[in-house]
């Protein structure tokens, strides 16, 4: 039996309004990158701030690629061999996949907020395809090229999809949600994230709601009423003409209510309450916030008509995506250590999530909780501030060691207590050495910062300087 094509070269064509130069052939997949090209992909040149795609369309060809999609005033000099010819990559690939959307007919959850847009995305994708095809947005895939790149990857026979859609800036998630037109728009939280690009928290929770915008009539608006901008997100929902809003969180005046929870150092185990209907489920991920996400998701599975008991007993199988908690066994003098990879950016209030992980998270005989923090960027005048008030969370959570990265993290480093400092640098991979020094058999450490802190690659370093024996470079 044979997989029916994403597209015919006829759809592509119709789709782009691109010109054919070449015998253009069925296309399976679509890529931006040579790299991860498998062969029938249709390769999208796209010109981006640091490389141009139009630089790699004879390797894309060479590596199997059905066609490429090549701007008309860079087609000279490019390889014989099939072409597709338009004026612009990215507005091709943005038009392909409102043409993807506009064919399907599956159920459709858009996700956004500050924090846990893509854990929740992939506690989505989990859930809904227990039920039925689910396509979800690959990594965080959520901007101006993401979400085209996504929608242009969804197959007709999908009956569920998962996207999810970010921002730095006002007026960014507009344009992208009416894209993906969802049946179910989703808000985790909104938090002090990219603050500097706002003139307050308020202008934050504004652009967030636009992913109103985009809602398809009748849609649902699923939001944290945990959350102090939660009345803020509902009235610009009613002002967008949103009639349908669930709420979620442990208020009693949730529709999808968090009951009871016990958390463990590795998942969570959870009681609560969708739309009437009890459920009691493991969760395969630790901490409150993941708990949290969890009730939107079941709530997301519910308003699409997904089936609720397999959603819950999928989510047991919840893992972290790279950068957001995952464990790596170090091999230390003596035995071993474990180190949570959260180097996938911060702010505020993930940084408070990680570090409550890091208190719940067991140690071995003799070991320590040591925390690795690097800056969280884009906070504004109040930047400072936000650093200095982590020494609360990480006295809250008894944690032994502080290790900080970064002229913001400074802050920090003043406002702890000598008996907690474990060292102090400007630059992230000038931390390693006195880590390096300082771990020991038992200890946990947690790594976290924004990624222009390079914290990721001080994870990438201890890893391979710790490495168990047969184990695999870390990758990401």
Same mark, same amino acid.
């Given at each position: ?329 170090? =091999?230390?003098? $003596? !035995?071993? +250590? ?10 505020? %209030?993930?940084? *408070? @999530? ?64 000598? =008996?907690?400092? $474990? !060292?102090? +640098? ?10 390096? %020094?300082?771990? *020991? @058999? ?35």
């Amino acid at each position: 039996m044979t997989t029916r094509a994403l597209y015919t070269p006829e759809e592509i064509l119709a789709a782009t309004g691109g010109t054919a130069r070449g015998t253009l052939a069925d296309v399976t997949g679509i890529s931006i990158d040579t790299r991860t090209l498998e062969p029938g992909d249709a390769f999208f040149a796209i010109t981006g701030e640091n490389s141009d795609g139009h630089a790699y369309v004879a390797k894309a060809l060479e590596n199997g690629a059905s066609l490429a999609v090549a701007a008309a005033d860079r087609v000279q000099g490019l390889p014989d061999g099939p072409l597709v010819v338009v004026p612009d990559v990215l507005g091709a690939l943005t038009d392909l996949g409102k043409a993807a959307r506009a064919r399907s007919e599956a159920r459709i959850v858009a996700v956004t907020g500050s924090v846990g847009k893509t854990t929740t995305k992939e506690a989505l994708r989990l859930a809904l395809s227990a039920d039925g095809e689910t396509h979800a947005s690959a990594a965080s895939y959520n901007n101006h090229w993401g979400v085209p790149l996504s929608l242009a990857r969804f197959p007709r026979s999908a009956r569920y999809g998962v996207f999810e859609v970010g921002m730095n800036h006002p007026g960014e998630i507009t344009p992208l949600v009416r894209m993906v037109r969802p049946h179910v728009a989703v808000i985790t939280t909104v938090e002090a994230v990219h603050i500097a690009q706002f003139s307050g928290i308020e202008e934050i929770a504004d652009a967030k709601a636009e992913i109103f915008d985009g809602l398809e009539p009748g849609g649902t608006a699923v939001l944290n009423r945990d959350n102090p901008l939660f009345d803020r997100l509902v009235a610009s929902a009613r002002a967008k003409g949103v009639k349908n809003i669930v709420s979620f969180g442990a208020d009693p005046a949730c529709e999808v209510r968090l009951k009871d929870v016990v958390l463990h150092p590795a998942c969570s185990t959870v009681v609560a309450d969708v739309l009437g209907t009890p459920v009691t489920f493991k969760l395969g991920m630790p901490g409150r916030h993941i708990v949290q996400n969890a009730l939107a998701v079941l709530a997301a599975v519910r308003l699409l008509g997904g089936d609720l008991a397999l959603a819950a007993v999928a989510l047991a199988r919840l893992r972290p995506p790279p950068g957001r908690g995952v464990p790596v066994s170090l =091999s230390v003098s $003596g !035995g071993t +250590a474990t180190l949570l990879d959260e180097s996938y950016n911060a702010n505020p %209030a993930s940084m *408070r @999530a990680a570090i409550d992980v890091l208190s719940r998270t067991p140690v071995g005989p003799r070991g320590r909780r040591i925390a690795v923090l690097g800056d969280m960027l884009e906070l504004g005048t109040e930047g400072a501030q936000h650093h200095r008030e982590l020494a609360d969370a990480l006295e809250a959570g008894k944690i032994d060691r502080v290790f900080c990265a970064g002229p913001l993290m400074h802050a920090l480093w003043e406002a702890l207590p000598s =008996s907690r400092k $474990g !060292g102090y +640098a400007v630059h992230a991979s000038h931390l390693e050495p006195l880590i390096s %020094a300082a771990i *020991r @058999a038992g200890d946990t450490l947690m790594v976290k910062g924004s990624n222009g802190s390079r914290m990721g690659p001080l994870v990438k370093a201890l890893a391979e300087r710790f490495r168990l024996p047969g184990d695999a470079l870390l990758e990401g």
